[in-house]
């Protein structure tokens, strides 16, 4: 990744995840990548409410924010007890217009490089996935006209062992009539 350093970028990237169908960052995540407290972080963004409408950010509900602790392991105790706000890319874009630093500037550009990065890998998945699919389809026509073939040579061999059969069973019957 050019102008950030790989290990931030890797770092970034095991950072978003996907919450209601979108790929968002959490607050405290997002604090620690900017250096500043979470709660400086929420108090900024709360003071700001109208540059972040529900696309832009959101707050996880007490059952997503449980469920998201159980999926990552982390511990019940330490950290917030209060539920973490969700950032979209356009959300932490929007954050970079009311944390001045110059880190959080820095952060928010390897952010979007991250987002960026994770949508060009969906777009290949995606054509990927395209590529099986044609595949499969044609493998499954190869496989049914084999299919067609084998049960067509199936019922040939039925056919002549079922005149085979008839033959012997014919061919074992004690003669009737005269005898030489």
């Known amino acids: 990744m050019k102008g950030s350093n790989t290990e931030d970028f890797d770092d970034i990237l095991h950072k978003i995840i996907t919450i209601r169908g979108q790929k968002v960052m959490l607050d405290f995540n997002l604090a620690m990548l900017y250096q500043v407290d979470t709660k400086m972080l929420k108090r900024a963004v709360r003071r700001n409410l109208k540059r972040f409408p529900p696309d832009f950010m959101f707050e996880l509900n007490k059952e997503e924010w449980e469920n998201l602790r159980y999926h990552s392991g982390t511990s019940s105790w330490g950290g917030s007890r209060y539920t973490p706000f969700a950032f979209t890319e356009h959300g932490i874009t929007m954050l970079a217009s009311i944390l001045n630093s110059d880190?959080?500037?820095?952060?928010?550009?390897?952010?979007?490089?991250?987002?960026?990065?994770?949508?060009?890998?969906?777009?290949?998945?995606?054509?990927?996935?395209?590529?099986?699919?044609?595949?499969?389809?044609?493998?499954?026509?190869?496989?049914?006209?084999?299919?067609?073939?084998?049960?067509?040579?199936?019922?040939?061999?039925?056919?002549?062992?079922?005149e085979k059969a008839k033959m012997k069973s014919w061919e074992s019957r004690e003669m009737i009539g005269f005898k030489k």
């Open 103 to 162: 880190r959080a500037i820095k952060m928010n550009i390897a952010i979007v490089r991250a987002f960026i990065s994770l949508r060009q890998i969906m777009i290949e998945q995606k054509e990927l996935f395209v590529m099986l699919e044609q595949f499969r389809q044609e493998f499954c026509l190869i496989i049914n006209e084999h299919d067609t073939q084998l049960s067509a040579i199936y019922k040939v061999i039925e056919s002549l062992l079922d």
